[in-house]
């Protein structure tokens, strides 16, 4: 099982950026899939997760800000991040997993991270 990050980067506040993540090794299909985030000193926690129907959810600062897609034919998951701020800054994971799994901060499946730098 392989789940790739990528498209981390610097941004100034109020930028955008767009994590892509592919996966392989797995039914991508029958997986929900989330976004997790680590800013240095705090917790992992979700960031956005979608089911495998498409359902998505938010953590409540990122709503109205970041939106979260699969494409299952290409085996891929992006979170698109737009008005960022620096509290936004941290090492962003892709995850995979049973949606409780996912929503729950226990999916089956973590990939690398990638870093996400929000200027000031």
């Known amino acids: 099982v392989q789940l790739q990050a990528s498209g981390g980067g610097l941004v100034q506040t109020g930028g955008s950026l767009r994590l892509s993540c592919a996966a392989s090794g797995f039914i991508f299909g029958n997986y929900a899939m989330g976004w997790f985030r680590q800013a240095p000193g705090k917790q992992r926690g979700l960031v956005a997760s979608i089911s495998t129907g498409g359902s998505t959810n938010y953590a409540d600062s990122v709503k109205g800000r970041f939106t979260i897609s699969r494409d299952n034919a290409k085996k891929m998951v992006a979170l698109q991040m737009n008005s960022l701020r620096p509290e936004d800054t941290a090492v962003y994971y892709c995850?995979?997993?049973?949606?409780?799994?996912?929503?729950?901060?226990?999916?089956?499946?973590w990939g690398q991270g990638t870093l996400v730098t929000v200027s000031s």
């Open positions: 995850a995979a997993g049973g949606y409780s799994d996912v929503v729950s901060s226990n999916p089956d499946y």
